[in-house]
């Protein structure tokens, strides 16, 4: 398999929640698709409960807990959220190309609610840390 996309949302899902899916297959856009999913299901404030509680899971089982950030995490889930305001797209292919710069510029997206670097911050990974430039 090449690609997130050649999987159903079902099968992403269950995949990424018994941590059976491909670490390979987890690119950037497969966050992106993750939160898409789990928003369109679940609202906002549940999504981000799920996204964690299977993220911190799913890079514990392939060994790569130094990788999540808590505050990318959420912050992740809240621009996907607004984008997701802005669309009436049912799937996530066609939400996606409505909105490439989420895969294009998301750290541009992130950087502009950001004055500090989230990416690289230890507090940011461990705990949430609110926007200080513009809320979400």
């Known amino acids: ?72 995490t959420i912050a992740a889930i809240k621009i996907v959220a607004h984008f997701i305001k802005k669309s009436d797209k049912n799937n996530f292919k066609e939400f996606i190309l409505e909105h490439p710069q989420l895969n294009t510029n998301f750290k541009l997206l992130i950087n502009s609610h950001y004055s500090i670097d989230i990416y690289n911050s230890i507090l940011a990974k461990e705990k949430y840390m609110e926007p200080d430039l513009k809320t979400f």
């Open 1 to 72: 398999m090449i690609s997130h996309n050649e999987l159903t949302d079902k099968k992403f899902i269950l995949q990424f929640e018994n941590c059976s899916l491909n670490p390979s297959l987890f690119s950037h856009e497969a966050h992106i698709r993750l939160a898409w999913i789990y928003i369109k299901k679940y609202g906002c404030q549940k999504a981000e409960e799920r996204v964690q509680k299977y993220l911190k899971a799913f890079v514990k089982h392939v060994g790569a807990t130094d990788k999540y950030n808590t505050t990318l």
